[in-house]
């Protein structure tokens, strides 16, 4: 019996439809990463085991995808040892989780190489060992812009106008949420938990999905105090404009000379891109915007749509003070951001926002009903391609016209030129018109 088709939960694939409307999607950001500046580089697919466990926090490092060292890795192992032990034995590397532990293991690596500050972008694949459900999944692109060697804030100003840049193209309305780990870090100062940053950050980056009351009991369950918790109330429940809470926060962080630094730098990002004026985006400081991830120092990003249905974050960052220093170069400052690609195709697709030059990637198809009008049709055909003009031929003389023509249709293809008696006729698929015209009127009609 053959066996059933089938890929891992989690993963996708993609018609040649739907590669032709990613393939904006990535055109787009690429366009806005190279205007402002940067530069393409890659790393590859697997990374040593060692570069990216302990950089995720305790919950990512269980969703890094181990790699086992061989297909016969039984052979020398002594099995019966405990998993953890076991695990370490047998699998030495590890299917990225993102880019941007990568980029700092190569900015150490590559380092004498490089020009500072180093601005480079990044779009590949990424694995995550995570449930897959409603825009997420356990394979998915990301396409990453970081700043190395710049501790100026010149460079979060920059990252909210290419998230402005790019979502004003494709066309999305979205609200780009702002905040700082310095705030974060001056919240737990003054509630008394200072040891308990990590703790409190992962809780409260969770406060959409599982409300006040789900952030509480889980700050409880992780050893934080029932005055601790109580303090960091008025927090959670706060609502008001960026300058209300800017303002609610200066009286809350009075005493922390940290959380006064992380609203000095929210306040200049704030003013700055207010007096630059983005083109669609929405800003807001959200304070109780965390981000999970441990290596962010100052400000953090999230970038949520502002229409559908769609819930889930499309883009996010921050800025990382000391990514490098695990890899033996310290205070290498940096900032970046992510565009989740897969997300933004779901957003995309549930709003039909893809222009029509998007749906066909061949403009013309030649058809012909003979071995000679096809055999005159060749040396046209690759006079159109020249001229740059997408186009293929039928290459079944025996089919008949309906055929050829459902074949154009299926695939989008918006012209269609055919020969009788050495007279080229074009046909506009959509509007049904027909024309005949030479083939450099054809070329200059296309173009």
């Known amino acids: 019996m053959a066996q059933k088709p089938s890929i891992p939960k989690g993963t996708r694939d993609f018609s040649p439809q739907e590669m032709v409307r990613r393939n904006y999607i990535f055109d787009t950001i690429k366009q806005v990463f190279q205007r402002y500046g940067y530069l393409p580089i890659e790393t590859p697919a697997m990374e040593n085991l060692s570069t990216l466990m302990g950089k995720y ?54 380092q004498s190489e490089i020009t500072f500050p180093f601005k480079r972008y990044q779009i590949q694949p990424v694995w995550r060992a995570d449930r897959p459900q409603k825009g997420r999944y356990r394979e998915f692109y990301q396409c990453d812009a970081d700043v190395i060697g710049s501790n100026s804030l010149i460079n979060e100003v920059e990252l909210t106008q290419m998230i402005d840049d790019v979502f004003t193209t494709l066309k999305v309305p979205v609200l780009i949420k702002i905040n700082n780990r310095k705030i974060l870090s001056g919240i737990a100062e003054v509630i008394g938990e200072k040891e308990k940053i990590v703790t409190i950050t992962v809780a409260i980056d969770k406060l959409d999905k599982i409300g006040a009351d789900g952030v509480n009991k889980e700050l409880k369950e992780n050893g934080v105090s029932d005055s ?140 012909a009903f003979n071995e000679k009008d096809q055999s005159d049709m060749l040396p046209l055909l690759a006079k159109v391609r020249k001229a740059g003009i997408n186009s293929e031929i039928y290459p079944n003389t025996k089919a008949d016209a309906k055929k050829q023509f459902t074949y154009g249709e299926s695939k989008n293809i918006p012209f269609v030129v055919s020969v009788k008696e050495g007279v080229l006729t074009l046909k506009n698929i959509v509007s049904g018109e027909k024309e005949e015209l030479s083939i450099e009127n054809i070329i200059n009609k296309l173009k």
Do not use: W
């Open 57 to 110: 926090g305790e919950e990512g490092d269980k969703l890094i995808f181990k790699i086992l060292n061989s297909g016969d890795f039984k052979e020398g192992v002594d099995m019966s040892v405990d998993s953890k032990q076991l695990v370490n034995k047998i699998s030495e590397k590890a299917l990225k989780y993102d880019l941007t532990v990568p980029f700092a293991r190569y900015v150490v690596q590559h």
């Open 228 to 367: 601790a918790i109580q303090k960091l109330q008025p927090l959670i429940e706060f609502k008001g404009t960026t300058l209300e809470k800017v303002n609610f926060l200066k009286t809350l962080l009075a005493s922390s000379e940290i959380g006064l630094k992380g609203i000095e730098e929210v306040e200049y990002i704030f003013k700055t891109v207010d007096e630059l004026k983005l083109n669609t985006a929405k800003v807001e400081l959200d304070i109780t915007l965390a981000r999970g991830l441990n290596y962010y120092t100052g400000a953090i990003f999230e970038v949520k749509a502002n229409v559908g249905t769609f819930t889930s974050s499309i883009c996010g960052g921050g800025r990382y003070d000391d990514l490098t220093g695990i890899f033996g170069l310290p205070d290498m400052s940096g900032v970046g951001i992510s565009f989740g690609a897969d997300r933004i195709y779901d957003v995309l697709n549930e709003l039909n926002l893809y222009p029509d030059t998007v749906s066909a990637s061949t403009k013309l198809l030649f058809v």
